[in-house]
């Protein structure tokens, strides 16, 4: 009785510091696990809840709840804002929770009997994270790939090797939160020995596939060194899609590239409209995002740190889920 008074309190009033995932799992009777693989938080009990360092977003019961902040590790412990911790308090199931018994109740019931389902003691998720998605189905395009290296660093690093990692980590973070995800390729290979063949099979695999949205993962290269930042593109006027596909690409161009701005220390290049081959003939919404040049000193030293690159995934996963919802 006294631990859900307390719980009560805690969940209404907000907690006023970082909560732990330990302690936020303790109070609402959840039991945490860390996945050592990725990283990830798992809380399972009555609701399944999964956290992830880095990510502004908590997948509830499978639901997508956004969250103000980034989940973040201190001192080894994942922590959540307060103002977060409650959001997530109000979208978890309380059924089996341990509440008090109910005050109709003429007489103590037995320790064994079941709890009985009442009212949730906070009001449900917002209706936003309720809503599904446009992005219901979603290919993803590592560029380049086998005999096909992309750009070269000066420290030999590939942009082939970069982007298949990012895309990896967008697939997981977008699969997480329900999207149905197809890569065009999942290890080192190219889809044909011939560039322009490997492009046509991207654009045949799309179209066998029939997505809601067809991302594309670069990293960049310039013959001038200094060049440096992060550019995002979508369709010109007089490709495949439709005027409202391009728009939508469009958009998430701008998300994508708002994301990174607020996220990253590097030069924001901007959204552009381009003819490249695999988003000029993708049948849906599509946008090509250039990561960073790996023919820059700096950005090269980005994109070989893991964190960094993770980051990178987080945040254009991050821009797809927002757009999706709007
Ligand atoms: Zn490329």
């Known amino acids: 009785m006294r631990l859900i008074a307390i719980a009560f309190v805690l969940a209404a009033s907000a907690f ?6 330990a302690d936020f799992a303790r109070l609402h009777g959840l039991v945490a696990s860390r996945d050592a693989a990725s990283g990830r938080d798992l809380l399972k009990g009555a609701s399944t809840i999964v956290l992830a360092p880095g990510m502004s977003l908590a997948v509830v019961d499978g639901r ?11 001192n080894g412990r994942t922590v959540m804002s307060a103002e977060d911790a409650s959001k997530i308090a109000s979208c978890i199931r309380e059924g089996e929770a341990p509440r008090p018994p109910p005050r109709y109740e003429p007489e103590p019931r037995p320790a064994s009997s079941p709890v009985v389902r009442k009212a949730p003691l906070v009001k449900q998720a917002p209706v936003a994270a309720k809503k599904p998605g446009k992005f219901r189905e979603v290919v993803i395009d590592p560029g380049h790939g ?16 970069i982007v298949l990692d990012v895309s990896m980590e967008i697939r997981d973070i977008l699969r997480e ?12 290979r190219h889809l044909a020995p011939e560039v322009r063949d490997d492009l046509e099979a991207r654009v045949d695999f799309t179209e066998k596939h029939d997505p809601d949205l067809f991302l594309s993962i670069h990293a960049n290269w310039a013959e001038n060194k200094g060049a440096q930042g ?7 006027a007089g490709c495949e899609g439709s005027a409202t596909e391009r728009e939508t690409g469009r958009k998430l161009a701008e998300q994508i590239r708002k994301t990174f701005a607020d996220r990253f220390d590097t030069p924001d290049r901007g959204v552009k409209e381009a003819g490249y081959f695999v988003i000029k003939n993708a049948p849906c919404p599509a946008v090509l995002v250039e990561l960073e040049f790996v023919s820059n000193t700096t950005g090269e030293r980005n994109l070989r740190d893991d964190g960094y690159r993770k980051r990178l995934a987080v945040a254009v996963a991050d821009a797809v889920l927002q757009q999706s919802r709007k």
Not at 177 to 188: L, P, Q, S
Request: charged residues 30%; aromatic residues 6%.
């Open 230 to 236: 992060f550019e995002v593109f979508y369709p010109r």
């Open 64 to 74: 997508v709840i956004p969250l103000s902040e980034e989940v973040r590790v201190e």
């Open 177 to 188: 939160a329900g999207i149905k995800v197809t890569m065009t390729r999942e290890t080192d």
């Open 16 to 21: 006023a510091e970082p909560v732990t995932v």
């Open 146 to 161: 086998g005999v096909h290296t992309g750009g070269k660093g000066a420290k030999g690093t590939m942009e082939k090797d």
